[in-house]
Each structure stands twice: as structure tokens, then as C-alpha cells.
């Protein structure tokens, strides 16, 4: 894997920063939390039901929305890709942890 996740939120702080008519990414920041959260919520609907249905492409395609939007909630909330890369390479590194996860979400 390259170095996707980074440009595009390079880009997605550079749109921040420097507005831009006619920026969707630019919107959402105008828009505030409640509009990037709508967002997440809607293209997390759109991953289930693509998975569901089973197209592989479509999922993909939802993903990468969603992902689109998780990374502007980050640049909102002042989190970079290498703050989410640095918890996962922790995890990784930790063995037995199911406990933990079901602490979280019992119901699963």
C-alpha cells in the first residue's frame, strides 16, 4: 500500500486551509461536526448494505467514501493517518486482547 491516505488528507487540510468555491471537502467544514458525522452515518449505511448485497465493487466503492469521510472527521478533530497508524502497530503488537474487545461491545 502507498501513500494514498496521506495525500488525500493532505488534501483535504490543504482544502481547510485554503477555501476554495465550489469544495465539497470545504462544505463539510463549513457545515461543522454535524454535517461530516451525517455523513460518516450515511456512507457507513451504504458499506452494510453493498456488503450485503454482496458487490464486491460497490463495497469498495463505499469504502472509500466512508474512508473520504473518516478523514475529514480526523482533519476536523486534529488526528492525522500516522495517530491511527501509530495505535494500530500498538495493537498489533499486543496478543490476547479478545477480553478487551468484548468489554466494549457485549453484544457480539
Known amino acids: 500500500m502507498d501513500n494514498c491516505i496521506q495525500k488525500v488528507y ?6 481547510r486551509d485554503n477555501p476554495s468555491e465550489n469544495s465539497y471537502t470545504r462544505y ?4 461543522g461536526i454535524d454535517k461530516i458525522l ?3 452515518g450515511e456512507e457507513t449505511a451504504e458499506v452494510l448494505i453493498a456488503a450485503k448485497n454482496g458487490s464486491n465493487q460497490d463495497s469498495i466503492s463505499e469504502i472509500a467514501d466512508l ?3 473518516v478523514l475529514v472527521l480526523m482533519a476536523h ?13 500498538e495493537r498489533h503488537n499486543i496478543s490476547g486482547n ?9 453484544n457480539t
Do not use: A, M, W
Request: proline share 3%; aromatic share 8%; glycine share 2%.
Open 98 to 106: 479478545l477480553k478487551k474487545f468484548h468489554k466494549t461491545d457485549k
Open 77 to 89: 478533530q486534529g488526528i492525522t493517518p500516522q495517530d491511527i497508524v501509530n495505535l494500530l502497530n
Open 10 to 15: 493532505d488534501t483535504i487540510l490543504d482544502r
Open 38 to 40: 451525517k455523513k460518516i
Open 28 to 31: 463539510l467544514f463549513d457545515q
Open 67 to 69: 474512508t473520504y469521510h
